[in-house]
């Protein structure tokens, strides 16, 4: 949900030029914008990630809106993200994003992150199989284990998908404060490439333990639940930003929430999730410009106490 409201004008100009976004490059409406900051996957230094993706667990199942699922798409590949987050429990997620990779010929140009529900031992390549038919994809970037509670997780199994071509990259995924523990011993023991993980300006939690354990274990971070579970928008509705927002190049309020979170290295990409393009591009322009550093980072915690 975007915090910044675009005219009704500006949305349809914008709307218009995502066609454009296939082969000829990106549209002209992005074009004089600063270029979408990257950061480099831990475990393989030489590929970046665009820092801001977009999740799809609330807003892309079924068919109902379907145009505007794709205009979603479309807007992130132009405005220079790639990483689309999904899971077989998010409703027709995987099959709505496959279809619309498939029309729009950009599936070259996303970065396609899912995940195992039942991982059981030995059967982990014939549920990963499902993900690929329903995807339409011959080969996945990342396969994460959803949802992981066991600290004695091992993911041998899981990484040998790799070998066989399943996908690029491994992962393990939690939205469960009570899953941490688990988490931080899995990411010590095992390493793996990549962690999904609920973070927010008002959902800080992680930072104490979890991030840092990532950080030595050279593990990716992908930022679930980055514009919080609701509460935030509610605190900020009808208030303006502060005037030091555009201290780090910040115009609305999904942005300074985004860009709180980028201003931690130890972030590799936030997924918030959309069906909107406008908000798509809103939050795309957190991963452009100027980023707040740690002291700021403390300033707007502090502001946002402010507001009750």
């Not at 790639?82 to 077989?88: C, E, K």
């Not at 284990?145 to 990484?159: C, F, I, S, Y």
Request: glycine residues 10%.
């Amino acid at each position: 949900m975007s915090g910044h409201r675009l005219s009704r004008r500006s949305v349809l100009a914008l709307l218009a030029s995502l066609g454009a976004c296939g082969a000829a490059g990106r549209p002209a409406w992005s074009q004089n914008a600063s270029p979408m900051l990257a950061r480099p996957i831990p475990h393989n230094p030489a590929e970046t990630l665009p820092v801001v993706g977009v999740g799809t667990a609330a807003n892309f199942s079924g068919d109902p809106g379907r145009a505007g699922l794709m205009a979603v798409i479309k807007a992130l590949v132009a405005g220079g993200g790639s990483v689309i987050d999904t899971a077989p429990s998010y409703g027709e997620a995987e099959s709505v994003i496959g279809d619309i990779l498939t029309q729009t010929g950009l599936g070259r140009r996303v970065f396609i992150a899912t995940k195992l529900e039942d991982y059981q031992p030995g059967r982990l390549a014939p549920e990963a199989r499902a993900p690929l038919q329903r995807l339409r994809t011959a080969k996945l970037d990342l396969l994460q284990l959803h949802n992981v509670h066991d600290p004695g997780q091992r993911l041998a199994e899981l990484n040998s998908l790799k070998d066989l071509g399943i996908c690029r990259y491994t992962g393990i995924t939690t939205t469960y404060r009570s899953a941490y523990g688990a988490v931080e011993s899995i990411l010590k023991r095992e390493q793996p490439d990549f962690l999904e993980i609920d973070y927010a300006i008002d959902n800080r939690d992680v930072e104490a333990r979890i991030l840092p354990a990532a950080r030595d274990a050279g593990t990716a971070v992908l930022v679930a639940l980055p514009l919080g579970r609701g509460g935030l928008f509610r605190k900020v509705r009808g208030k303006p930003l502060p005037d030091f927002a555009s201290e780090f190049d910040c115009k609305s309020w999904s942005q300074f929430f985004l860009k709180f979170l980028l201003g931690n290295p130890a972030v590799t990409a936030v997924i918030p999730g959309t069906d909107k393009a406008e908000h798509m591009i809103d939050n795309l322009a957190a991963g452009q410009g100027r980023l707040p550093d740690a002291a700021m980072r403390t300033r707007m915690v502090r502001y946002l106490e402010t507001l009750g």
